[in-house]
């Protein structure tokens, strides 16, 4: 990009709040060993097993092109053999557990699970902290763009994802889903908490459902953006018609710049 680009960016960032603003984030669980502590719906047949499942979402290949994910996309990931269950072992002795979850203990002790350094970190090394379920995820790596999902599936998700909470006072469905660079393709922790993402009040229920439509029906990007632009540029942030082209054609420079395999339409 040249100097003037640069200051546009600069001065379209000035208009926005860092996503940090209106939510809290949080990388995904880390099991140290998904291979092992990620399994398929063949494994959890065993009835001790199955009462430690919990659904899971492992990777962002795996999610349909959606705004939401809901129990039934989910339900389609475990059909096609996904591995799609984790396993949550108890914070207890292994001499606690049923002789299925001993066995399968042992088989990571087989494995040398237990040796890696995060598991020796542990109080127990299958137990794997900071499990809980967010309102929504955004993935940490991205292709032609990032996607942010609201999680009406409930879902856990790994370290593939940011966590999402939203602060009092602000709406997961409000938070638009944009990124103005595309140069990089995986975001760390910091990058992610202080990346600018309009937030815009009362969007509607048709709007949503439209962009969802545009998004399963596997939409080209430059359709994508010419609807959001108009809502969430035009109207919520008043830049003109030449600002958001100008907009538009530094984010394909960048894109293009980092993607130089890709032939990409626009």
């Not at 269950?85 to 108890?90: D, K």
Request: glycine share 4%.
């Amino acid at each position: 990009m040249d100097h003037s680009e640069l200051q546009f960016l600069d001065a379209c960032k000035k208009k926005l709040l860092p996503i940090k603003d209106y939510c809290r984030a949080e990388v995904g669980i880390v099991t140290a060993a998904n291979d092992y502590f990620i399994v398929d719906k063949t494994i959890i047949r065993d009835t001790a097993l199955n009462r430690l499942a919990k659904p899971i979402l492992q990777k962002g290949s795996y999610m349909p092109p959606t705004l939401s994910l809901s129990k039934a996309d989910f339900l389609k990931i475990v059909d096609d053999g996904n591995p799609a269950f984790f396993l949550a072992f108890e914070n207890k002795k292994e001499s606690s557990f049923p002789a299925s979850v001993k066995q399968y203990l042992k088989k990571g002790e087989s494995l040398k699970i237990n040796d890696r350094y995060k598991c020796q970190l542990r109080e127990n090394w299958y137990f794997v902290p900071s499990v809980w379920i967010s309102e929504g995820f955004f993935t940490k790596r991205s292709n032609v763009f990032p996607r942010m999902v609201v999680n009406e599936a409930n879902v856990i998700v790994t370290d593939a994802f940011y966590r999402i909470r939203m602060k009092e006072g602000y709406k997961i469905k409000e938070l638009e889903g944009r990124y103005y660079g595309g140069s990089v393709l995986e975001l760390t922790p910091n990058e992610y908490k202080n990346l600018s993402i309009p937030y815009k009040k009362n969007v509607s229920i048709a709007s949503l459902n439209k962009l969802d439509k545009l998004l399963k029906s596997a939409t080209n990007i430059r359709e994508i953006l010419e609807f959001t632009d108009e809502i969430i540029l035009k109207d919520t942030f008043k830049l003109t018609k030449s600002e958001i082209l100008k907009l538009r054609e530094i984010y394909i420079k960048l894109v293009r710049r980092r993607l130089k395999k890709l032939k990409l339409k626009f």
